[in-house]
């Protein structure tokens, strides 16, 4: 069959070379047809005379003789033997280099697709002989259409193979930088995009060596203005191509830019508007080199924010308000018709350069209000729109970053940023008022967004300006010529407004605001009809806030607002985004005004009921009712409550886990208002349906469902059936539920409030509900063998709430009971004594036991146990009877610590109890009790038990909760101690003394707390940790305390990233990436992520499994939070990524490493979904080779979906 297919060749190759075209064309095309069969085989007598003939070809004068050929190329390529590609390479570049216009046009796509389709087996060979002829063409040839096409090719080469010409990379780099000073544009061009491509694979010398001769010829003199741009040019795309490789440039390139824009005049704007352009990539790559001529670039670009030799007037000076018409103002009567004038590129690229330095630098931002903030606003006045917009989102930039920066942040001081910002506010809204009375659209959209974002960021703003603001958004909403995009940004802004100020300032325009709105309601066009929606619901809360009594009247509006909506609800034909809107407003409107709309709600709520019918909009229509029935109104819903009820019930059946939490909290306040117009049956359905989610494979719907159970319960009007069907349907559950090892606080809390009120329904008796609490002799206790300490633990605390509830008498009942069983054996071990014991201490905690005798002898005989378990369990529980009766049990402890030197640390454990119960009810200790309390705990300071240790430093952390102004300073006192146990105590005592709520040692503690976190470089791994849990609990719960105190900190805390001493190894380093992740949400505007990034994170990323998990998710915040400093070191972050979803475990792998790998590939999946979001990350060839091979693997690129799209959900709900 070869042989036939080779001789068919043979006659189609006598063909090719007839005269008569169309023959030749027949044959052409007959050779590609063969050359394309899978079958084909090539000899080498017909591999040489195909090779020639298809060569022949390419310059047939015929064009489609000459078409047909480049693809008959594109298919020999693919077969033929290295010899005669490299033959047809060699050949095709002389003709090239011939300098023929057609033929050079033809070999230089000839040799592109030889680049293009060429065996990677060849693709070396190929290039050894092409690369010295594209040097040649380069570098000898005076033709610039020669030129142009070896750069053509030469870009292709280095583009997609840069990588294989090292051998030449030297020759290349100064073939190319000579080019770039010729005359020629397009020659300077083309030399742009090699050197470009070629940059990527340059080692740090040959980049050092391009950069410095870009610079020599920058520094010559008498060089022509664009061929000075070109270089400019080259100097920017460098930066862009090599990220941070180009930071230690920057010592000598930004001297020579500065000196480009000092110089610059209207002869030379374009080299002024290249250098701020270079200097703009600079900021977004090479961020960490940059800082220290951050100052220079603020001062340069201010100063030619307002470049603008051509116009005379002043921009500086505000104009007056009153005197500025909307129609005065035009562009085409202004005097500026030169179509010469590129003064605005300079503005313009200023502008952006400005941009990039908010973002690069956020440590820089109050020196930025200072100096910056007012020509910014200024400069809103500016006359060319381009560059208005511009000057718009750098000021959206600037405010961003002070919403970044600042979040969480609850002190505000005078150099605060927000403080900062607030003195500007008048200022912004005057500019931005006069700027929203042009007639450019465009211009009001940006304005808009301005006002949009200072909301965001200051949320009450707006306040004392919104007088003149209202007529503005009026006329935004209301003219005919305004755009969807205006629209929708007047909308977005008022809607923030109506959120976050006060009825006072807003009620005078309520009415104002509603005509444009109720309006925009009925338009066709979806998204505006969305936001109008979303303004009338805020409008809705903000005109009744109060259903008691309000001094506005909102009476007028309830109706036009009602028909609007109503309009909108009863449409089935329209958008689901309005149809979501319209259902969620129509609840709010129920919800507020139902007391004014009563003759409407038996037409307006079965269309409610009905769109719960349709799967689209069933979610939303569930918490609209949700949001009517928790109504402050308690209205009437009978003419639906019984379909509602049905349709309700019958969703706890679906498997959409947010569709069953929102159908209970539904249910639960539907019951709570409406339950005394439900009949058995309909409870009956209800606790029927709830019985069936109560399990500890959902635990939030579990405890949302016994948050209803508890509902009904305590339903005074419930039936008396309804509580034997609890105890029928649903306490079985109940009980298997408590005994779940799994169980969290927020089920185990509404498991309690179940008990609290399950004991006051009808027929049910104490006895019957304790006893399955405290019997252990039940197959539900055990996990794996042994009992679950967790389902011990909560056991005793649904006892305790139940004996409390019950009453004293059945509490001193259960007390007895415990006791008695507790005094029957305490030689052997059981659950019950470990249950008994437990029972105790949380009923100690809730209730005096001091009238039962010796309960807290009875407890401490257990620390004798010869159980290590009913020892411990025995001294939380009498920690927890101290803190019934703190007067009457701490002595107790006090003198037992004194007399039973064996039992310390029991005792001192159970101290700890009382003294954590103490700091968080804010009782305190008598001051005898205190002294004798701290000598105990600092003598104990030095024990070899770890676990003692903790425990001192806990209760000295607590203490220091209750008395700060004695505990801190002996805490300091102690810093300097030569026992390196007793520096890590008081560390950790700080530690444990940062909470998440305002305390009265917060600003004892400030100005002392650097004294503690310095000891992070402590000679002693122990204070170092110590240090290290203290810092991340402060950047965690109390950032303000870290304020001024992180730039000498964080360098010794990334060193503890690369630490792999033998002593530490993982754990360690775990516990610094961790502390850094916490630091990235409450101290960012203290950091500069760059510094980090380089080297810390890349090593992270390349570590074991624990670290990488944790620096992909730190990728993946710093992606968000700071993407001009990742996007600049990218290609580095690229290697570990890819190894880690490339790895795959050995064949003999169990399923635990296998499992372990899919985890980590996922994980390092979603750090790449987030680097992909970052604007600019395709620009980096290594990310893109990356993204390439996730996109060839079918499975990888199924998990990257999935996770960018669950990323991009839970960034839609965020906004």
Avoid at 679 to 702: F, K, M, N
Avoid at 711 to 737: C, E, H, P, W, Y
Avoid at 807 to 824: E, I, P, W, Y
Wanted: hydrophobic residues 40%.
């Amino acid at each position: 069959m070869v042989n036939i297919a080779n001789f068919t060749v043979l006659r189609i190759l006598e063909k090719i070379t007839e005269r008569d075209k169309k023959i030749r064309y027949e044959a052409t095309s007959d050779l590609l047809h063969e050359l394309n069969k899978k079958e084909f085989d090539l000899n080498e007598e017909l591999a040489s005379k195909l090779s020639k003939a298809v060569l022949h070809k390419l310059y047939d004068e015929a064009c489609e003789v000459s078409q047909l050929a480049l693809r008959c190329l594109s298919a020999v390529v693919k077969i033929l033997h290295q010899v005669y590609v490299v033959e047809m390479v060699i050949e095709l570049c002389d003709s090239l280099l011939e300098g023929k216009e057609k033929q050079c046009e033809i070999s230089m796509k000839s040799l592109k697709t030889i680049l293009c389709e060429v065996p990677t087996s060849l693709v070396k060979p190929v290039l050894v002989f092409l690369t010295p002829k594209l040097i040649k063409g380069i570098t000898v040839e005076t033709n610039p259409e020669i030129k142009c096409a070896c750069l053509d090719i030469l870009h292709d080469v280095l583009h997609t193979y840069g990588d294989l010409v090292a051998f030449n990379h030297e020759l290349l780099l100064k073939a190319l930088l000579s080019q770039l000073c010729l005359n020629n544009p397009s020659v300077r061009k083309d030399c742009v995009s090699c050197i470009t491509s070629l940059a990527l694979n340059l080692s740090d010398d040959l980049l050092a060596i391009a950069t410095a001769e870009i610079l020599r010829h920058l520094k010559r003199k008498g060089v022509k203005p664009e061929i000075s741009r070109t270089n400019i040019q080259m100097l920017g795309a460098l930066s862009c191509a090599v990220g941070y490789r180009f930071g230690p440039q920057l010592r000598d390139t930004i001297p020579v830019l500065m000196n480009y824009c000092d110089t610059a005049s209207e002869i030379n704007e374009e080299l002024c508007v290249s250098s701020f352009q270079a200097l703009e990539s600079f900021l977004r790559r090479c961020s960490s080199d940059i800082s220290s001529f951050c100052d220079e670039i603020l001062h340069v670009t201010l100063e030619f924010l307002s470049y603008d030799p051509n116009f005379t007037d002043n921009m500086e000076e505000s104009i007056d308000d009153e005197g500025r018409e909307e129609d005065q103002f035009d562009e085409s009567d202004s005097g500026y018709t030169d179509d010469e004038d590129v003064s605005w590129k300079v503005r313009r690229a200023a502008a952006k350069c400005l941009a990039a330095l908010i973002v690069s630098c956020p440590e820089m931002l109050p020196k930025l209000y200072v100096e910056a903030c007012t020509k910014l606003i200024g400069r809103f006045e500016e006359r060319e729109q381009s560059v208005k917009l511009d000057v718009f989102n750098t000021f959206i930039e600037l405010l961003r970053q002070t919403r970044n920066v600042t979040k969480g942040q609850n002190e505000i001081n005078e150099s605060s940023p927000r403080c900062l910002l607030i003195q500007e506010v008048p200022n912004v809204i005057e500019s931005i008022n006069m700027q929203l009375r042009e007639k450019s659209i465009k211009t009001k959209v940006g304005a808009f967004s301005v006002l949009k974002e200072l909301a965001i960021v200051l949320p009450d703003s707006v306040a004392e300006h919104i007088g003149s603001l209202i007529p503005r958004i009026e006329k935004a909403l209301c003219d005919k010529s305004s755009t969807i995009d205006l629209k929708i940004e007047a909308f977005r802004f008022t809607r923030l407004v109506l959120a976050s100020h006060s009825s006072t300032v807003l009620n005078p325009y309520i009415k104002a605001i509603l005509g444009p709105v109720l309006l925009s309601v009925g338009q066709s066009f979806h998204k505006v009809t969305a936001e109008a929606l979303r303004v009338c619901r805020e409008i809705v809360r903000f005109v009744r806030q109060n259903i008691e009594g309000s001094s506005f009247d909102f009476k007028p509006y309830v109706y036009p607002i009602y028909n609007a909506i109503m309009a909108r609800l009863k449409d089935k034909d329209q958008d689901k985004e309005v149809k979501e809107c319209a259902i969620s407003c129509m609840g709010l409107v129920v919800s507020t005004f139902g007391d004014n709309i009563k003759k409407e709600l038996p037409e307006c709520l079965p269309i409610l009921v009905d769109r719960m019918g349709n799967e689209i909009t069933r979610l939303t229509a569930v918490k609209a009712f949700a949001i009517i029935a928790a109504s402050p109104l308690h209205l009437d819903l009978s003419c639906v409550l019984e379909h509602l009820i049905a349709e309700l019930t019958a969703f706890l059946r679906k498997a959409n886990q947010i569709l069953r939490m929102a159908t209970l909290e539904t249910l639960n306040a539907l019951i709570a208002a409406n339950g005394d117009k439900l009949g058995s049956a309909a409870y009956g359905l209800i606790i029927e349906e709830i019985s069936t989610v109560i399990r500890d494979t959902d635990l939030h719907v579990a405890a949302l469902a016994l948050n209803l159970c508890s509902t009904m319960l305590a339903d005074r009007n419930s039936t008396t059936k309804v509580g034997l069907t609890v105890r029928n349907k649903v306490f079985s559950q109940v009980i298997t539920l408590v005994r779940s090892s799994l169980l969290q606080e927020q089920v185990l809390m509404a498991m309690q409030s179940f008990f609290a009120v399950l004991i006051h329904s009808a027929d049910t008796s104490f006895d019957d509900l304790l006893g399955p609490l405290i019997s252990i002799d039940v197959p539900f206790f055990k996990s794996g063998g042994s009992f679950s300490k967790q389902a011990l633990l909560s056991s005793a605390q649904c006892v305790a709430v139940l004996c409390l509830a019950a009453g004293d008498q059945k509490c001193s009942f259960t007390v007895k009971m415990l006791a008695t069983m507790l005094t029957a054996d305490s030689t052997a071990y059981s659950e019950n004594q470990h249950l008994s014991l437990l029972c105790l201490g949380e009923i100690g905690r809730m209730k005096d036991l001091s009238s039962h005798a010796n309960i807290e002898n009875i407890v401490s005989g257990y620390f004798q146990s010869p159980f290590e378990e009913i020892n411990y369990t025995a001294s939380y529980a009498l920690g927890n009877i101290a803190v019934g009766n703190i007067s009457r049990y701490l002595p107790f402890i006090l003198d037992q610590i004194d007399d039973q030197q064996e039992r310390q640390y029991l005792l001192i454990y159970s101290l700890k109890e009382a003294i954590v119960r103490q700091a968080v009810d804010k009782a305190y200790f008598q001051n005898s009790s205190v002294e004798k309390i701290l000598n105990l705990l600092f003598n104990h300071c030095e024990s070899e038990d770890e676990g003692l240790r903790n425990v001192v430093a806990e209760s000295l952390g607590k203490i220091a909760l209750i008395m700060p102004e004695k505990l801190v300073p002996e805490l300091k006192a102690r810093l300097t101690s030569p026992a390196a146990f007793t520096r890590a105590i008081v560390v950790s005592a700080v530690k444990y003394s940062i909470t998440d709520r305002p305390e009265k040692i917060d600003e004892i503690i400030h100005p002392e707390i650097s004294s503690f976190l310095i000891l992070i470089n402590d000679q002693d791994w122990h204070v170092r940790r110590a240090a290290l849990q203290a810092l991340s609990t402060a950047g965690l719960k109390k950032p303000t305390l870290l304020k001024g105190l992180l730039p000498e900190l964080l360098p010794q805390l990334y060193d503890q990233t690369m630490t792999k001493t033998v002593e530490d190894v993982l754990e360690w380093r775990k516990a610094a990436f961790e502390c850094i992740d916490t630091l990235l949400d409450g101290c960012l505007h203290q950091m500069r992520p760059s510094s980090f990034i380089v080297p810390y994170l890349i090593s992270g990323l390349d570590d074991t499994y624990d670290v990488k998990l944790l620096c992909h998710l730190l990728l993946s915040k710093l992606a968000g939070k700071c993407p001009s400093a990742v996007l600049a070191v990218l290609d580095l972050v690229v290697d570990p990524l890819q190894k880690t979803i490339e790895y795959r475990p050995q064949e003999d792998a169990v399923k635990h490493e296998i499992d372990r790998n899919e985890d980590m590939i996922r994980s390092a999946l979603s750090a790449i979904a987030s680097l992909n979001r970052i604007s600019g990350a395709n620009y980096s060839r290594g990310f893109r080779i990356l993204m390439n091979k996730i996109f060839d693997s079918s499975t990888l690129w199924e998990m990257f979906c999935f996770i960018r799209n669950e990323q991009a959900s839970l960034h839609n709900i965020s906004l």
